[in-house]
């Protein structure tokens, strides 16, 4: 049974340029949470999915993030023009259908934004 | 509401020496606690975890956990420190109850280094 599954690991983009994170859950996991991590900061909290649905996007920002999980494929964590900022590592992680307080959430491994 | 706080940024200590990174928590429902372990350029792994059964808790790698509900504490300790342990310890706190029992809430990390 493979892991949360993130890709790219690393990606760099111009400012302005839009970038896409891939997230995809550990079989059988229906919860996925999207974290991100801020140089010498802990994580934080940014969104919540399940298929086709987002729970909770409160810890999103307002303007240029956005996420889905679709009814087929991975999770997409989209920022778009993005801004020095952003520079961060974005972690997910899933949890099965039974685990409505994420006592058995994995993570991945995240993807490291480097914005130039 | 939650909130994490992890009493030093940074803990060196000798190798076959005891380890204790702190942890202190603050939460509005009774409280599931985590300590996670992030080697360099690497996802979050769990260590061990609290979810209101005993309150000394064992992990992987021989470290564990007590749950002080008096101190609001849920420090970490090891008796015995291995050159491998030396990573970023993240304590994480979520409420068993609650609308967003989901969200952990992370402290800002400890930097564990073991010299030889």
């Known amino acids: 049974n493979a892991g949360v599954m993130q890709n790219p690991r690393h990606l760099v983009r111009r400012r302005g340029q839009e970038a896409r994170l891939r997230c995809s859950p550990m079989?059988?996991?229906?919860?996925v949470y999207w974290y991100r991590q801020l140089p010498e900061e802990g994580l934080k909290f940014m969104v919540y999915?399940?298929?086709?649905?987002?729970?909770?996007e409160s810890g999103m920002p307002k303007e240029r993030f956005s996420a889905e999980f679709p009814k087929e494929g991975p999770s997409i964590l989209r920022i778009q023009q993005v801004v020095r900022g952003d520079s961060a590592a974005y972690f997910c992680?899933?949890?099965?259908?039974?685990?409505?307080?994420?006592?058995?959430?994995?993570f991945g491994q995240g993807t490291r934004l480097t914005v130039v | 509401a939650q909130s994490v706080t992890q009493l030093g940024s940074h803990v060196s200590v000798s190798e076959g020496a005891l380890v204790l990174l702190r942890c202190n928590y603050s939460?509005?429902?009774?409280?599931?606690l985590f300590w996670y372990v992030q080697y360099p350029n690497q996802g979050l792994q769990l260590l061990l975890k609290?979810?209101?059964?005993?309150?000394l808790v064992k992990g992987i790698n021989g470290f564990e956990a007590e749950f002080k509900k008096s101190e609001t504490s849920f420090h970490l300790t090891k008796p015995s420190a291995h050159m491998s342990d030396a990573a970023e310890y993240f304590c994480?706190?979520?409420?068993?109850?609650?609308?967003?029992?989901?969200?952990?809430?992370f402290g800002k990390g400890t930097l564990l280094t073991v010299n030889p």
């Open positions: 999915l399940q298929k086709e649905n987002i729970i909770d």
């Open positions: 992680a899933s949890s099965p259908l039974k685990d409505r307080s994420n006592t058995e959430a994995f």
């Open positions: 939460s509005s429902v009774p409280p599931y």
């Open positions: 609290y979810t209101s059964a005993a309150t």
């Open positions: 994480a706190v979520s409420g068993n109850s609650g609308g967003s029992n989901y969200k952990l809430t």
């Open positions: 079989k059988g996991h229906s919860h």
